[in-house]
């Protein structure tokens, strides 16, 4: 494989090869470093993909669109709404159907392609639907052939993917370079369909030709309809036949070296040590997420695929055919003694299914904040992952768009997952249901700092439609200009830091309709006790202090730029917290050693654990009591310092736990708001304002 001097670097710097990395980096390297580079890329400009379908197509022509889909293909609307169809649907009436001339992909391409890597815009206007033979299968790649024209593809095979030589995909392929990955939604054909499906595509030519000319790409339900008739279909989307759990018994002569090679291997962990006997989870794939409230204790979720139990002078392996083959290959072992059918893993007394994971955090949570932990993981998860019920729009985009039939979706779904929570079922079972609608801005009697919001912050998503208009930006960096033009060094960094931040949070936090008349209190008070936090690494008292004067200078030169009487809104409230900001992000740094050590050091055994905010009522001398939301007042054990620098009204928000002794204390890093703060929240404070 090479490129020519001349040519345009595969990197996509616009520049020549040898002007670029053909100067050093072997064209090898390159295509993989591109490859991934794609690959990062592809699943924001699906994403994007949706968001502009969902906005340019109105729920009537999808409706038709899908009353076509189905009599053309010979399917039940019921059908084409299930998950298995879903998929299928959504490509052809995207990538394949034209209206006036084009199809939506393309009308998409024509608007945003520009901003979309050029080998990425070439690939998305590839896919067609075709069929591919499953040559051969390796760990990392499936190589596939095209029957007619015999064209080989090298697939980058997904976790989910278990095929086997013979078999056929009908799908589309995404090229990354070299290699190519499968777009979402494809069938996974027995090999006895191939004589069947040859005479089809000899029968329609107009496949092979679809790549390159989109007007060819009629006959996409045409071949569904012909599997469809067939009837041998099965769905990618569709659950596995039950395989076999197996146990095998292999002879363990040097256990030494066994566990060098295990340890060396990161798809090995460490699951349980029983005095001699040692269990491993074999797992190649795992997700990791940080919690900065817990000290940034960081939570593994490892996807089991099999079992490694070294005891005495044997090793056994416990899962599916496939996987055990997998880690027999891995740790070079020779054949293995016994093999049996079983019902159970050893280590949990439960079946292996797919999805089930191995959980662990370091450091060592306890059993009670790993379980709030993981739950919590899922529910950040929930929110950001597409929906079928939201148009496959993740619930925080929907909640964030002014599209009221995805809002009235979206309280639908909300009032369906609470059903699901109260009677444990579902994937409700599994999350912090607590906290979904206040990250999603809808009505709720909790008492949380999202309440603030009138719609969910969004990050890192540069589509106008969920972003404030650049004129907004622009008048920020216009008053950053103008008020540190021939100032001192020092003067410059506070202005740049405090302003860089609060565009930073009106970025995302406000729409492209967005004026700053509509700039509230509330949003103000958001951005100074919560957002700040995630933005700087240090919040200290001079920070709070820099915060207040230049938003107050902002407010000012705002107020003569146009009639938005910012200043006299929100010049109170900076009086109120002129003494009591900086000492709140203070507090917050004592509390979060507090937390800290109670976390890791504290050996209480906690029976009860909750994220929520405490009001402060009063302070004694091993602590002080607080009022829950639910109105419940409890005892809060706070250390003797704390008990000198905090004060009735003041609100404390963190994760909590109840003791056996049914003292409550902190657990993970909290947020302190002062009385006004508490007021603006609901909290049912004494404060006037």
Partial sequence: MSVGRNELCPCGSGKKYKKCCGVVTPITELRSRHEQKLQKEYAGWVERLNHFVGANVTSETIQEARNRFAEEVDLTQESVARPEWAAHFFNWCVLDVKTGGSTLLENYIKQHGRRMEPDLRRAFAGLHLNVYEIVEVDRDVITVQQPISEEKHYLLRANTLDVVPGQLIVGRLLNLGLR???????????????????????????????????????????????????????????????????????????????????????????????????????????????????????????????????????LILEGFAPQLDEVAETLLLLAFENEEEIRVLTSTGSRLS??????????????????????????????????????????????????????????????????????????????????????LSLSNDSLHVHNLLRRPLIE??????YTVHPDRLADINRFVQEMTDGKSEATVKKYDEVMNNFRSFVRGAFGPSFTWEQLRREDLVYFLVHDIFTRTDAT?????????????????????????????????????????LPESYRLRGVL?????????????????????????????????????????????????ELGALLAADWLIHGVFGQGEDGTWRLYGTPEVYPPVIAQVLGAPTGVLV
């Avoid at 089930?356 to 950001?384: D, G, H, M, N, R």
């Avoid at 890192?460 to 439609?465: I, R």
């Fill in 354 to 439: 797919k999805g089930t994971l191995f959980i662990t955090s370091q450091p060592t949570l306890p059993p009670k904040v790993l379980q709030w932990a993981v739950q919590t993981y899922f529910a950040e998860k929930w929110l950001v992952t597409s929906h079928e019920q939201l148009d496959d729009l993740a619930p925080l985009l929907v909640a964030a768009t002014e599209n009221e039939a995805l809002h009235e979706k979206l309280h639908k779904l909300m009032e369906q997952m609470e059903q699901d929570h109260k009677i444990g079922q579902g994937l409700a079972r599994f999350i912090r249901m607590d906290m979904l609608r206040p990250r």
């Fill in 180 to 314: 190519d990955m499968l777009f979402s939604g494809s069938i996974i054909l027995q090999p006895h369909v191939k004589e069947s499906l040859l005479e089809w595509l000899h029968q329609h030519p107009e496949v092979e030709a679809a790549k390159a000319d989109t007007s060819k790409r009629s006959y996409t339900t045409e071949l569904y309809h012909f599997i469809v008739q067939f009837g041998e279909a099965a769905s990618e989307s569709e659950a596995p036949k039950q395989e076999s759990l197996l146990r095998r018994t292999y002879a363990m002569p040097d256990r030494k070296q066994l566990l060098k090679v295990i340890e060396s291997n990161p798809a090995f962990e460490l699951k349980k040590r029983d005095g001699a006997r040692e269990t491993w989870v074999y797992a190649t794939r795992k997700e990791e997420h940080l919690f900065p409230n817990l000290k940034d204790a960081l939570l593994e979720l490892y996807e089991v695929q099999a079992e490694v139990i070294l005891q005495d002078d044997s």
């Fill in 460 to 465: 890192g998503l540069p589509e106008s439609v």
């Fill in 592 to 640: 979060e050693k507090e937390a800290t050590q109670n976390l890791y050091s504290n050996p209480m055994a906690i029976k009860d654990i909750t994220e929520e905010s405490m009001l402060v009522q009063e302070i004694t001398s091993s602590g002080c009591t607080a009022k829950r939301a639910n109105g419940e007042t409890i005892k809060l054990s706070i250390g003797a």
């Fill in 540 to 580: 200290t008292k001079t920070l709070a202090t820099n915060l207040m004067s230049v938003l107050t200078a902002f407010f000012k030169w705002l107020d003569k730029q146009g009639p938005y009487a910012l200043y006299p809104v929100m010049q109170p409230l900076f009086v109120e917290l002129k003494e009591t």
